[in-house]
């Protein structure tokens, strides 16, 4: 898993006037939570944008002050009309204690479906799971290579080690769906 190193200044004073200056000095308000005590600090906005726009999960190495933190992005506020950042929480994570968190889901293979004329829908773009920091992998691999028209990839079927799945069972994450094209063949036969 990927790590990013961003570093910030610690606030002392929390309140909407603070986090205002805060945001015209190109700043963005952040607090961290989760460990023994919730850190306010501020950091550039351009910081950001490995963090925020990118679909790889990665962890935050924080520096705040003189100290530092491991930490994974919670929630990210977003200004309504000129989407620039308005807030981000971070979560303290530990090597020993489990981490929910969103993987995003990659598919591998070529499915005979889609072959045929059906077409691939993926269902899920990420996946909730719960694990170690150390055991989450950076993608789901869903593997489609024995996909037929109308057949799909739930999340039971799914084989991740060391990783609990926290969405329904019985939910789809990747389908071969037919299409007018394939139904036109199967019928023309």
């Known amino acids: 898993m990927k790590s990013v190193l961003l570093s910030g200044s610690p ?3 929390v309140g909407k006037k603070d986090a205002k200056a805060v945001r015209a000095a190109g700043k963005v308000p952040c607090v961290l939570y989760g460990g023994k005590t919730q ?3 501020a950091a550039d906005e351009a910081a950001f944008k490995p963090l925020i726009f990118t679909d790889a999960v990665q962890t935050v190495e924080l520096e705040v002050g003189n100290e530092k933190y491991k930490a994974i992005l919670q929630d990210v506020q977003y200004h309504p009309i000129s989407d620039s950042i308005l807030h981000v929480d971070f979560l303290e994570v530990n090597d020993s204690k489990p981490v ?11 499915a005979p479906g889609v072959r045929e ?8 773009r990420k996946l909730k799971v719960k694990a170690l920091l150390n055991d989450l992998p950076d993608t789901i691999l869903v593997d489609i290579s024995h996909l037929e028209i109308g057949n ?9 080690p060391k990783v609990t799945f926290l969405d329904g069972g019985n939910i789809e ?14 019928e023309g036969k």
């Open 11 to 13: 606030r002392t004073n």
């Open 39 to 41: 850190v306010h600090f």
């Open 100 to 110: 929910v968190i969103g993987i995003p889901v990659q598919v591998t293979g070529n």
């Open 117 to 124: 004329g059906g077409k691939l829908v993926k269902k899920q």
């Open 152 to 160: 799909s990839v739930r999340i039971k079927n799914l084989d991740t």
């Open 173 to 186: 994450v990747v389908a071969v769906t037919s299409t007018r094209a394939s139904r036109q063949a199967e």
